[in-house]
């Protein structure tokens, strides 16, 4: 079923009318593949197909990736602005309690719920908002990935001589 649906929204994606994918520059098709690699991550973590095994430093790197990744696509298309500020919401008090700036209980609840720890404690709140957070995290990649692949190329201008 998620391979079909997933199949969909590809094919409908790479056969819009503008697709310039031919013409996208490396630093577009660095964006695009990023988003999509993202979008892909997410999904198998929200699926439990596999748990989030990543530790300490590359976490947090996994983490600014991400997040500069969704910025980057955002100033690259100009479009998606407000999944890009909720993504964004969603992210730097993650990257906090990450950094060990500012922890939570519930970015703790989250991060062991991503590691398939058994917690017995936290409120069902905090599983809603792992769950919720993660699918918006998903939606906004992928509506990266569709205004990427919808944006025309850009290149730094040549210079006149």
């Not at 298309?77 to 999944?83: A, D, F, H």
């Not at 769950?131 to 990935?145: A, K, Q, R």
């Amino acid at each position: 079923m998620t391979k079909c649906c997933l199949f969909i929204f590809f094919r409908q994606t790479c056969t819009y009318e503008n697709n310039n994918m031919a013409k996208m520059y490396w630093f577009q098709r660095a964006l695009l593949a990023s988003e999509l690699i993202h979008s892909f991550l997410h999904f198998i973590v929200l699926t439990n197909i596999h748990s989030l095994t990543l530790g300490g430093s590359i976490l947090k790197l996994y983490f600014i990736w991400d997040a500069a990744s969704s910025m980057m696509s955002y100033f690259v298309t100009k479009k998606n602005k407000r999944l890009v500020i909720v993504h964004m919401m969603l992210h730097l008090p993650a990257l906090a309690h990450l950094f060990d700036i500012y922890s939570t209980s519930v970015y703790a609840y989250v991060f062991n719920q991503a590691y398939h720890n058994n917690t017995t404690y936290g409120h069902p709140i905090y599983s809603g908002i792992y769950y919720v957070g993660t699918c918006v995290d998903i939606y906004c990649h992928l509506h990266n990935v569709r205004y990427l692949l919808d944006c025309p190329p850009t290149r730094a201008p040549k210079k006149q001589k």
